[in-house]
């Protein structure tokens, strides 16, 4: 099959190509189309509804999968100023396409690295004392002046400074170079609405923000979002509703779909009643049974969990235009789809099924794995030939 065929294969049809990666569309088990386009409009949506906060991106895991050297240029042209990433190496691929970005890691100050914070200007969240006096001893002894996040935990019993520490620390703003650029908590439960937690982190944080006035703040995350406006501070943190994934379980997804994936058939078979697919034989056919062999498997990011067995239903795909279960087990390199409903004849050998797109969505996929989007989506392989579009 032809380049232009494959590419036409993959959503949105009617888009422009911006840019492409990984291995040749002919020689790829699949194509990931990932549209800039829709990804900048769910930044545009999110800042809207927080308005007048500031809607940073946070781009960490290579943008969730999807290539920070790709998602960083288009948010940084749509007027996206601050990124947070995981790590330092993140940090410096965002500052080699962002040059004048704002650049928070939020892992922290690992040991020995604030030079290397101040070799490409982005800043650490400070998550603990023992890393505010190394900051401190840092900045004192070179002189540098870029500043830093502190980080006050309000309940999610993870990283950051208790209340009292930051209570104890509120003095410090008085100093000129107190080099606090940002004050930021995380929500523990912000996708669970009428969690109490919720409730409980806003105060918190509304008490330490006064302590800490002049300071901007921030603790939302996507779905913090979608709480109160009580929640927005001066700084919003989307993450995976950038990606497209629903950011208000439960309730119709307000963010457009950003990426689709399409898969090629390697094999159509025919399974006679009573013979068993895949490793360890979990899935046994029911009746004369045709499956198609295609070339997705764990290695490229197809979660094993989204498996089918006799006693348990996994996965699908969109073939020829309707939803077919997954059939056993996924394998390294290997799933196996059963298209028995089709027409005989529907599907050949070469062409593409989907797997995600088509109606079948981010979070649907992530069900059927039992996880969450954001597995699914950081666990996107690098053996797909990527095509990033923008309509």
């Keep these: 099959m032809a380049t232009i065929d494959l590419i036409d294969a993959a959503p949105p049809v009617d888009a422009s190509i911006v840019s492409k990666d990984g291995p040749p569309a002919d020689q790829a088990g699949g194509i990931l189309t990932i549209d800039l386009g829709a990804l900048v409009d769910n930044w545009r949506a999110l800042g809207r509804r927080a308005m007048p906060a500031e809607c940073a991106a946070v781009v960490k895991a290579n943008a969730y999968g999807l290539g920070i050297e790709q998602v960083v240029p288009a948010l940084a042209k749509a007027g996206c100023k601050t990124f947070f990433v995981a790590d330092l190496s993140e940090a410096r691929r965002v500052r080699a396409v962002a040059p004048d970005a704002a650049i928070y890691v939020l892992s922290g100050l690992m040991p020995n690295t604030g030079p290397a914070f101040a070799d490409i200007k982005a800043r650490p969240v400070i998550n603990s004392t023992v ?5 401190d001893a840092f900045v004192a002894a070179s002189g540098w002046r870029g500043g830093a996040a502190l980080h006050v935990d309000t309940g999610m019993n993870r990283l950051g400074v208790s ?14 170079n107190h080099g606090i650029h940002l004050l930021m908590s995380h929500f523990a439960c912000a996708d669970e609405p009428e969690h109490p937690l919720n409730d409980k982190q806003i105060k918190l944080f509304r008490e330490v923000r006064l302590l800490y006035r002049g300071i901007p703040s921030s603790l939302s995350n996507s779905s913090g979002i979608f709480l109160s406006d009580a929640a927005h501070c001066d700084v919003v943190r989307p993450g995976v509703a950038l990606y497209g994934v629903n950011p208000t379980p439960g309730k119709p997804n307000p963010m ?41 498997g764990y290695a490229d990011g197809y979660l094993r969990a989204s498996s089918t067995t006799d006693e348990t239903p996994g996965g699908a795909a969109i073939v020829a235009g309707k939803r077919c279960p997954l059939a056993g087990r996924v394998s390294m390199d290997l799933s196996t789809v059963d298209v028995s409903e089709l ?3 529907a599907v050949r050998r070469g062409e593409m099924v989907t797997l995600i797109g088509d109606g079948l969505t981010l979070d649907e996929v992530a069900r059927g794995a039992s996880t969450i989007g954001y597995e699914v989506l950081t666990s996107l392989g690098r053996r797909y030939h990527r095509v990033y579009v923008k309509d």
Excluded: C, F
């Excluded at 890393?131 to 900051?135: R, S």
């Excluded at 209340?163 to 100093?175: E, F, Q, V, Y």
């Design 131 to 135: 890393e505010l006096a190394e900051w």
């Design 343 to 345: 027409p005989e004849g």
């Design 256 to 296: 457009r779909p950003v990426v689709g994936l399409k898969v090629r058939v390697v094999q159509v078979r025919h399974v006679t009643r009573g013979e068993t697919v895949g490793y360890s034989g979990t899935w046994t056919a029911g009746r004369a049974t045709r499956v198609a062999v295609i070339a997705a």
């Design 163 to 176: 209340i009292n520490d930051a209570a104890a620390l509120a003095p410090r703003i008085r100093a000129e």
